[in-house]
């Protein structure tokens, strides 16, 4: 069973930048479409993403348009999400997971990377 | 779509029958699914399309439903499962997450 490892996280002052990083343990991640969600402290999970195996189908939630980009390299096993002009409200635990099935659900999921935004 | 899950929390004691329902703006066919997140942990998959229980999840986990509405059902609550679930739909992005039910012991 493949697993998922994120990092990237950190403490970020507000209107800086980041990314964060998913790698995958199998190289046949290469023919896994993938998942960005996260979870702000107490609060329940938001899907914020998804690309598929060579990258030509991306989808974005509305919250996340326009400051997230989901990209891969295929190679390296990795997946990526760089965040733009973060906000207090960004902070959170980002978890990576693997879209699975005729029916697109999220299994496995990573342990997570934790990102706090703050001056 | 939007989905509304219920209820927020729930309290409940060992053995009882529990039932949480999601409900969904339009038809979902099979594009549901249920997770069960403990504190610190990542979500773990329960059940896929609607009705399909993962590998290694108690028989005791059941999904159903059909069109908008769909319930997760466990039928006598161990103490291992007191936790916090959600749904989620794939139907067309943006997918989405309910709100959760956080189970707790009465």
């Known amino acids: 069973e493949v697993q998922l490892v994120e990092s990237g996280g950190g403490l970020v002052q507000p209107g800086g930048s980041l990314r964060l990083t998913c790698t995958a343990s199998e190289a046949i991640f290469s023919t896994y479409n993938m998942n960005w969600v996260r979870q702000a402290p107490g609060k329940g999970l938001e899907w914020l993403s998804y690309i598929n195996s060579d990258s030509t189908t991306i989808y974005y939630a509305d919250s996340v348009k326009g400051r997230f980009t989901i990209s891969r390299d295929n190679a390296k096993r990795s997946l990526y999400l760089e965040i733009n002009d973060l906000r207090a409200g960004d902070t959170a635990m980002y978890y990576c997971?693997?879209?699975?099935?005729?029916?697109?659900?999220?299994?496995?999921w990573g342990q997570g990377t934790l990102v706090t935004v703050s001056s | 779509i939007q989905i509304t899950q219920s209820p927020s929390s729930l309290s409940a004691s060992v053995g009882d029958r529990v039932t949480i329902t999601c409900r969904a703006s339009q038809g979902l066919g099979k594009y549901l699914h249920w997770y069960q997140q403990r504190p610190g942990s990542a979500p773990k998959l329960l059940i896929y399309?609607?009705?399909n229980l993962q590998v290694g999840v108690p028989s005791r986990f059941s999904g159903s439903g059909s069109g908008t509405a769909f319930t997760l059902t466990i039928s006598s609550l161990q103490p291992e499962d007191f936790a916090t679930y959600y749904c989620q739909h794939s139907y067309s992005a943006p997918y989405s997450f309910g709100q959760g039910t956080k189970l707790e012991i009465k």
């Open positions: 997971a693997r879209d699975t099935g005729f029916h697109n659900w999220c299994d496995p």
């Open positions: 399309a609607v009705s």
